[in-house]
């Protein structure tokens, strides 16, 4: 269903949070450059949106001030202030530089059996019952045990550091409530205690993982020890909630597709295909956040200095100036490289790590067979977020003992 127009587009409006696709698809069209509820500005078209995010005039700092006057004093603004998603030049290209080499695909290749491992670990008590949560069973401790995997911490622990983490995670949402940041100072003491613990213990018996790569760099001055405590905050926040509702999407618009899903099944050889289509068509990644530290002009609009700017990536991934029949959902479709995970130096590290975890994923669920939603659609729900797009629950059923 398409709506008529946008007056005043906003993430945090229940239908907007339930499918916030035919708001994109005007704004797209007509207004571009949108000023939304709050008076926000949104940007949603692929070229604008890339370009946003290049310019250092579209800085993040005013943000994390934003955001730690938000949340008041104390250790959650100390630590998770320094996130490197919250760096501008030139802190974000020292940090990313420190910890890039531990995301090359060559250092990632040793995680992949290890990742393939884990799916079939998870959904081995589920081929019984025929039945299974994919987002609570599946996505979810798969996604944590990986992050975790990469960092070298035991994925035994993916239970606490996965609570710790999104109440942490919940209150950099535009749509978080008081009870949401009151959690999340609470939560920020545990983790940061977790995570100074495992540093002690890496520091003293040594490693070849991630926590290894930033003490090293802490002794040689390029990190503070603050800043690798929030590093390890953002990789597991970032590098579980994203993975783990994009394989809910992903799993979702297969489902949705069945005519997809039989293609799927009969030529496994798309699987890669299938995974930058999934990501395209309803990435986990809705949106960007940035300030405006000088006066600009986009498409005829004046944004003033000060003025908060999100760009849309789950609109770019549908801008008819960039994909032909954006709004179908086709997995035979020539790749083009979408916005699911940001551009040039804003691009995921983790990119390739969470496409590991996709084909893993997807890759065995569609061979389950009898595959089917087990609830009505319209009893589905997503989580209460602005900045992220995820099913709360994703139920299926299968034929068991398969």
């Given at each position: 269903m398409l709506v008529d127009a946008v007056t005043a587009f906003d993430p945090t409006d229940a239908d907007v949070r339930r499918d916030p696709y035919p708001?994109?698809?005007?704004?797209?069209?007509?207004?571009?450059?949108?000023?939304?509820?709050?008076?926000?500005?949104?940007?949603?078209?692929?070229?604008?949106?890339?370009?946003?995010?290049?310019?250092?005039?579209?800085?993040?700092?005013?943000?994390?001030?934003?955001w730690t006057d938000l949340v008041g004093p104390g250790l959650l603004a100390e630590i998770v202030g320094d996130i490197i998603l919250f760096q501008d030049e030139p802190d974000h290209g020292r940090l990313r530089g420190v910890v890039g080499p531990a995301f090359s695909p060559s250092a990632l290749r040793r995680l992949e059996p290890v990742i393939a491992g884990t799916v079939d670990d998870l959904l081995r008590p589920a081929l019984a019952r025929g039945a299974t949560d994919v987002v609570d069973e599946l996505a979810y401790p798969l996604a944590l045990r990986a992050v975790l995997g990469l960092l070298g911490l035991p994925a035994a622990d993916w239970r606490p550091v996965g609570r710790w983490s999104r109440d942490v995670g919940r209150t950099l949402d535009r749509g978080a409530s008081a009870d949401d940041m009151l959690r999340g100072h609470a939560a920020i003491a545990e983790f940061a205690d977790y995570v100074e613990r495992a540093l002690h213990r890496r520091r003293r018996d040594g490693g070849d993982d991630l926590l290894t790569l930033m003490l090293a760099a802490h002794d040689r001055g390029l990190m503070s020890r603050n800043e690798i405590v929030s590093t390890v905050v953002t990789f597991?926040?970032?590098?579980?909630?994203?993975?783990?509702?994009?394989?809910?999407?992903?799993?979702?618009?297969?489902?949705d597709h069945p005519d997809q899903l039989d293609l799927l099944r009969g030529r496994p050889e798309?699987?890669?295909?299938?995974?930058?289509?999934?990501?395209?068509?309803?990435?986990?990644?809705?949106?960007?956040?940035?300030?405006?530290?000088?006066?600009?002009?986009?498409?005829?609009?004046?944004l003033r200095r000060d003025d908060v700017v999100v760009v849309l990536a789950g609109a770019a991934n549908r801008d008819p100036?960039?994909?032909?029949?954006?709004?179908?959902?086709?997995?035979?479709r020539d790749p083009v490289p979408s916005m699911s995970f940001g551009a040039g130096m804003r691009y995921c590290l983790g990119s390739y790590l969470a496409r590991t975890q996709l084909r893993a994923a997807l890759g065995a669920l569609v061979r389950l067979p009898g595959l089917r939603l087990a609830c009505a659609p319209d009893g589905l729900t997503y989580q209460p977020r602005t900045m992220f797009r995820g099913l709360a629950s994703l139920p299926i059923a299968f034929t068991p003992g398969a």
């Open positions: 708001s994109y698809h005007w704004l797209l069209r007509h207004d571009p450059v949108h000023r939304g509820a709050h008076g926000v500005w949104y940007v949603s078209r692929f070229a604008d949106v890339r370009g946003v995010l290049g310019d250092e005039r579209f800085a993040r700092t005013g943000i994390r001030r934003f597991i926040f970032t590098g579980h909630e994203t993975v783990a509702s994009q394989v809910g999407n992903a799993l979702l618009s297969l489902l798309l699987l890669g295909r299938a995974v930058e289509e999934c990501l395209r068509y309803d990435p986990s990644v809705q949106s960007n956040t940035r300030q405006l530290d000088c006066d600009v002009e986009l498409h005829g609009r004046r100036g960039r994909y032909d029949r954006p709004d179908e959902f086709d997995i035979r």
